[in-house]
Each structure stands twice: as structure tokens, then as C-alpha cells.
């Protein structure tokens, strides 16, 4: 079942950024496929395409051509609302730099998703409240982003990418701006999403012992993945 | 559609809470929209105020009887024996003591010193016949007396006495050649009169060698609805080739040949200001869009549409222009509403006004600024709503 209907299938994909006169084949008829529950590591240097890759998987970036399915429904052909609502109800985002709004609240900036479906605002309070126990900041809901550490500011992003409930997590360096200790928070509570609630997580990290958190972790090299089993 | 609401509500209040922290750019765009606006009602204070004083002269009930062609009184002439036909015409009222109610007057051109200038400026000397002052409204001396017939007096209008020198009550002035005394000060409600200095008909003519004309009749009729017997009695009669028209009528026509100037001339400036605070406003705006790329971005890659992200950038913009409107008309009111002025009327002689703002004046004002915000909202509202969302995400 999950083979064959896997969280994320990309088929054939390719993708070309023009730059002035010259054009750079990012992907040239890639395919992947990401099975539901999964945790992938996205490794490679700099400019080989892991956050081109989440982009395409999280419908804000488009194809040249090829096939991108996510939980068996393609996003490669939607329009540019219909990605709106398809990413609303399916991704989550985690962004390196947390990219909260600097003048909401944590619970207003978790609450943002939640505006965008038919809950009632005292269901959105409940989910908001839920999303930001799960991620240890329930006592910090009126703080505003300047008054909470980094690794606290990544930590409402992660509530606000779940609070949604979405099926997949998509990570672009996550730890990239914290210290480790932090980063370990953060990649622990990343796992705990993973392991009890079954979150499918793509995770784009230059970061090895970030990396050791995943499952796998998928190298990139000239447009082609290259998998590693990890031991533990 | 509540979501779509709930997005544009969150969107617009992420905006405008954000504004402090562009908190410079945004007061430089609110400070041009201001002084486009202090320009504009300064302007349209000023015709309004002129319009006020000029059009709230005048009386339905009195006519005003000119040479036929003439638009005011300084071009025009009336005959002694005209004036005889029209005490005897049709619909003038009359005193109790069967006296028609008319008031022949001469209107001439004297100098007078202005106190904020010491420049010279025409005045009006005004000579009366004896009902002169009943045929106007709310005439009243305000210190000393009324002057007596036969005599070198002058009465002088409120406005004018504040804006020019020389004419305090007992002083006596010098007119051409001939000398006067100011025995009174008179107000008439504000209306132009207070911009006039009377004396008696019959001197002035004489010391002035007009003995036998006058420029204007001034007649109360018997009701509004008599103007036109008065007209056509004037028509069929080839002995008078005189123009009659309702006293209010006239003013209204004095009034709006000056007010339409200022207004022609205020209208043109605001709007070249306007053209300059529309391209601050864009500025503003784009630098805006350009500071929370990162944020509309990211709220788009959550799921927000891009009509949200229009309509937020739209409604900071049009916050500020709202301010910078609001801030303009305070301060237009502050300095300019009830400031004394003058300027030459229709008669090329000085009319003293008062600038005066009205709701509907701040209103216009403030359309202004919110046209302003509008269109250096509109560009920069549509660039947000089609930031692509990787170049926001990746542009801080």
C-alpha cells in the first residue's frame, strides 16, 4: 500500500532556472518516491537543488515538465489558487529563518492557518493551544517572536505548520540558524512528530547530525538522488 | 467567503501593525499628502469665504437697478431723471409715510493703507441716500454714530477698519480732496457692506462733482415676486435702458466670478502637489512591499491568496493617506479658518473675508489624500499580490 501509493512521487520531473542567456538544468526527468510516515534528509552542496526540491513538493514552485503527486493527488497542473488551497489543507512549512510575523503573537502567528478554513475562533483557540503544548510553549502564547530565543521562535513555526493537521512537513534547514542544543530540541520534537503522529517529513539540512535524525537521508548530486540507509 | 474575509482581515491588521517599522518612510508620505491637502482647502477656504461674504449680501426682496450691460456697479450709471421713473415704478414698497424705499447710491474708488502691508488698496466709499441703511440687513453701528445728511461724515465698515489703517473712529481722512471725519463704525452680519465706508449721497456727490448720477438704485420690493413687474416696467420703458436683478442675484454673480478664480487657481496646484505626493505615496508603498516580501510570501505559501495581500498593502496605503488628509484639514483649520483676508472684487475695490473651512470643504480635502493613497496604493498592492512566492520567501 505504501509503495504503491507513496506520500510523494515525483516522475520525470524537470526543472530549469534561466539566468540572463543562460539556463540551468536543475532536475532533468527526476523521479522519486516518498513513502506516507517517512523522514528524509535532503543532503548536497550548495546550488544542486534541495530547496528547488521542497519548493515543487510544496506546490510554491512550478515544474518545466514531468509529474509531482502528493498523497495521490497531482499538483503539477493546479492553478495558482487551487495550489493556495491544496497547501493550506496538505504542507506545512518550517523555514530556517522561523518566518513568523514579527507583530502577532505566537498563538496569532500559529492561529494563521486555521483562518483559512470554516473553524469557529474558539475551535481555533483550542487547536492553537494543542499545537503549542505539543511543541512545549503553552505558557507562551502572548509572547511576541523579539521575546522568545530561536530555538522558541522555531518552535511556534513547527506549531504553526502542524496546527492545520497537514499530511506532509516540509523543512527548509530548520536548525540552520540555532545553536545545537536547540537544534536538538528542535529535531527531537521533529522525530516525535514523525514517530507517534505519523507526520511524512522532508528536511532539507547541510547539517549531518541533523541529518542522523531522519530516517534516510537522500543525497543530491548533478540532479540525481543518491539514498544511505541510516544504522539507527 | 469568511475565510476569504478572515485572510483579509489578519493580512491588512499584519500591515498596519507593521507600519512602525517603516515608521520615517510612511510619515514622509503622510506629511506630503498633508500639505497637498493644507494647499487645497487653503484655497477653497478662501473662496468659500469670499463666496460666503459676497453671496450673503444680497436679498431677494431688494432689487438693484444698473446701467443696461453693466456686470458691476463701478461701470455703471443712473440718470436723476431715472431714478425719479423708478421711484414711481411698479412693486417698490413703501414707508409709512408713502416714501418709496429706494436708496440711489454712488459707488467710488478711494486709498486706504493696509495695516499688514502699509501697500495701498482701493476702497469703497459708499454714498447713501437716507434709506440706504434700512435696505440692508442686520445694519448696525457698532461705536460712535450714524453720519449726518449734509455733512462730512463717514461711517466705516468693521472688516475694513481691522484690515486698514487711518480709519478709526474720530480720525478724520483725507479722500482726493476733500476730508472726512469717522464719526461710526457699522456691522452688516458679516456680509460685504462691512468692507465699505458710507457717507451721505448728496455730499459725496457734490464734493466728488457727480451731482446729477448715480452708479446703482437700491430698491425694497413689495415681495420677491415683484422683481419682475419692476423688470418688465423697466424693459417697456425706452427711457430707462437699465438692467434689474434681485440683490441677491447680483452678489451671487460678483461672488462666483472671484470665488471660481481662486478655486482655478487652488484646483491646478493641489493637484500638481498631489501628483508629487502620489509618487511618494508609490515609493512608500513599493518599499512597503519590498520590507514584508518575506512575510506576504510566507503567508502565501501557507495558503493566504493574493487578494488578501492586495487589499492589506491597499488599506496601509490608504490609512496613511486618510491621516495625512485628516492631518491637513486640522491644520488648514488651525491656521487658516477664520483668518481675515482681502482681495479685490468686482468692483476693483478691496473685499475683506474670512477664510472658512466647512464639513463638505474637509471632505473634498480628504478625498484628495484617499485618491492619493489609492493610486500609490493600487501598483504596489498588485505587486504584493503577485510577489512570486520562492523570490519573497528568499528576498530578505
Same mark, same amino acid.
Given at each position: 500500500?505504501?509503495a504503491e501509493h507513496?506520500m510523494v512521487?515525483?516522475t520525470g520531473v524537470s526543472?530549469?532556472f ?7 538544468s536543475?532536475?532533468d526527468h ?9 523522514f528524509?534528509?535532503?543532503?548536497g552542496?550548495?546550488g544542486?537543488g ?7 513538493l510544496?506546490?510554491? @514552485? ?9 498523497? @495521490?493527488?497531482r499538483?503539477d497542473?493546479?492553478?495558482e489558487g487551487?495550489?493556495a ?7 506545512g512549512?518550517i523555514?530556517q &529563518?522561523?518566518n513568523?510575523m514579527?507583530m502577532?503573537?505566537a498563538?496569532?502567528?500559529v492561529e494563521?492557518?486555521?483562518?483559512l478554513?470554516?473553524?469557529?475562533s474558539k ?5 492553537v ?8 510553549l503553552a505558557?507562551r502564547?502572548k ?9 522558541q521562535q522555531q ?7 502542524i496546527?492545520?493537521d497537514?499530511n506532509?512537513l516540509?523543512?527548509?534547514e #530548520?536548525t ?8 536538538d530540541?528542535?529535531l +527531537? ?5 514523525n514517530?507517534?503522529?505519523?507526520k511524512t517529513i522532508v528536511?532539507?539540512t547541510h ?14 548530486d548533478k540532479?540525481r &538522488?543518491?539514498?544511505?540507509e541510516?544504522?539507527? | 467567503?469568511r +475565510?476569504l474575509w478572515l485572510?483579509v482581515?489578519a ?5 498596519l501593525k507593521s507600519i512602525s517599522?517603516?515608521r520615517?518612510?510612511?510619515l +514622509?508620505?503622510?506629511?506630503?499628502i ?11 477656504a478662501?473662496?468659500?469665504g469670499f463666496?460666503?461674504?459676497?453671496a ?12 443696461a %450691460?453693466s456686470?458691476?456697479e463701478i ?6 431723471d ?9 412693486g417698490i414698497a413703501?414707508?409709512s409715510?408713502?416714501? #418709496?424705499?429706494?436708496?440711489?447710491e454712488?459707488y ?7 495695516r ?12 447713501i441716500?437716507e ?5 440692508r440687513?442686520?445694519v448696525r453701528?457698532?461705536?460712535g454714530r ?5 455733512s462730512?461724515?463717514v461711517?466705516v %465698515?468693521k ?5 486698514f489703517?487711518?480709519?478709526d473712529?474720530g480720525?478724520?481722512?483725507?479722500f %482726493? ?6 464719526v461710526?463704525v457699522f456691522?452688516?452680519g458679516?456680509?460685504?457692506f ?5 457717507? @451721505?449721497? +448728496?455730499?459725496v456727490q457734490?464734493l466728488f462733482n457727480?451731482?446729477?448720477i448715480?452708479?446703482i438704485?437700491?430698491a425694497r ?6 422683481l419682475?413687474?419692476l423688470?418688465?416696467?423697466s ?5 430707462l ?9 447680483y &452678489?451671487a454673480?460678483?461672488?462666483s466670478?472671484t470665488s471660481?478664480?481662486?478655486q482655478?487657481?487652488?484646483w491646478?496646484l493641489?493637484?500638481a502637489m ?7 505615496a508609490?515609493?512608500t508603498?513599493y518599499?512597503s512591499v519590498?520590507?514584508r516580501?518575506?512575510e506576504?510570501a510566507?503567508l502565501?505559501?501557507?495558503g ?8 492589506g498593502?491597499?488599506?496601509e496605503s490608504?490609512l496613511?493617506?486618510?491621516i495625512g488628509?485628516?492631518?491637513g484639514?486640522a491644520?488648514?483649520?488651525l491656521? &487658516?479658518?477664520?483668518v481675515t483676508a482681502?482681495t479685490?472684487g468686482?468692483n476693483f475695490?478691496q473685499?475683506v ?5 466647512s ?5 473634498e480635502g480628504v ?5 492619493? %493613497?489609492?493610486?500609490?496604493?493600487l501598483f ?11 523570490e519573497?520567501?528568499?528576498a530578505?
Open positions: 500500500m505504501t507513496p512521487r515525483l526543472k530549469r534561466t539566468k540572463g542567456k543562460e539556463t540551468i536543475i532536475f527526476l523521479d522519486l518516491a516518498i513513502p506516507r510516515g517517512d528524509v534528509a535532503v543532503m552542496p550548495s544542486s534541495k530547496t528547488t526540491l521542497l519548493n515543487l510544496g506546490g510554491i @514552485d512550478r515544474v518545466d515538465a514531468g509529474e509531482i503527486a502528493v498523497a @495521490d493527488h499538483i497542473g493546479l492553478s487551487e495550489l488551497a491544496w497547501r493550506a489543507a496538505n504542507i512549512f523555514f &529563518f522561523y513568523l514579527p502577532l503573537t498563538a496569532q502567528n494563521l492557518p486555521l483562518l478554513t470554516k473553524l469557529r475551535e481555533r483557540a483550542e487547536r493551544h494543542t499545537a503549542l503544548s505539543v511543541v512545549g505558557d502564547v509572547h511576541r517572536p523579539r521575546e522568545m530565543s530561536g530555538g518552535r511556534v513555526a513547527i506549531a504553526r505548520a496546527v492545520s497537514p506532509l516540509l523543512c527548509d #530548520p540552520g540558524d540555532l545553536d545545537r542544543q536547540s537544534a530540541e528542535i +527531537s520534537i521533529l522525530q516525535l512528530l514517530g507517534e503522529l505519523g528536511m532539507v547539517d549531518p547530525a541533523a541529518a542522523n535524525y531522519a530516517k534516510r537521508v537522500l543525497h543530491l540532479g &538522488f543518491v539514498e544511505r541510516l544504522a539507527a | 467567503m +475565510s485572510q482581515a493580512v491588512t491588521a499584519i500591515n517599522q517603516r520615517w518612510l510612511s +514622509s508620505t503622510v506629511i506630503a498633508a500639505l497637498v491637502v493644507i494647499v487645497l482647502l487653503a484655497f477653497l478662501m473662496a468659500n463666496q460666503r461674504t459676497i450673503g449680501s444680497g436679498a431677494d426682496d431688494i432689487a438693484i437697478v444698473l446701467r %450691460g456686470q458691476a461701470n455703471s450709471t443712473v440718470s436723476r431715472q431714478v425719479r421713473l423708478i421711484e414711481d415704478g411698479p413703501r414707508g409715510d408713502g416714501k #418709496p424705499l429706494i436708496s440711489p454712488l467710488l474708488v478711494v486709498d486706504g493703507i493696509k499688514t502691508t502699509k501697500t495701498k488698496a482701493n476702497l469703497p466709499l459708499r454714498g441716500g434709506q440706504g441703511s434700512e435696505l440687513k442686520d453701528i457698532t461705536a450714524m453720519f449726518n445728511r449734509g462730512n461724515e461711517v %465698515g472688516a475694513l477698519l481691522r484690515e489703517e487711518g480709519l473712529l480720525s478724520t481722512v483725507s %482726493g480732496a476733500t476730508r472726512w471725519t469717522v461710526g456691522e452688516a458679516g456680509s460685504v462691512e468692507s465699505e465706508i458710507w457717507a @451721505d449721497l +448728496s455730499v457734490s457727480r451731482n446729477n448715480v452708479q438704485v437700491r420690493l413689495t415681495g420677491p415676486a415683484a419682475n413687474e423688470k418688465s416696467y424693459d417697456n420703458d425706452p427711457r435702458k437699465l438692467d434689474v436683478k434681485s440683490e441677491a442675484s &452678489f454673480e460678483q461672488a466670478q471660481d478664480l481662486i482655478k487657481l487652488g491646478p493641489a493637484i498631489a501628483l508629487g505626493a502620489v509618487a511618494g508609490l515609493n508603498m518599499s519590498a520590507a516580501a518575506t506576504i510566507t502565501r505559501a501557507i493566504f491568496g493574493g487578494f488578501p495581500a492586495f487589499v498593502t491597499l488599506a490608504l496613511l493617506a486618510a488628509g485628516l492631518l484639514a491644520a488648514t483649520y491656521i &487658516f479658518d477664520g482681502s479685490l468686482g475695490t473685499v473675508f474670512d477664510f472658512k473651512l464639513p463638505w470643504l474637509i471632505a478625498m484628495l489624500a484617499l485618491i492619493v %493613497g489609492l493610486i500609490g496604493g504596489p498592492a498588485l505587486r504584493a499580490a503577485r510577489l512570486p512566492i520562492v519573497g520567501l528568499y530578505n
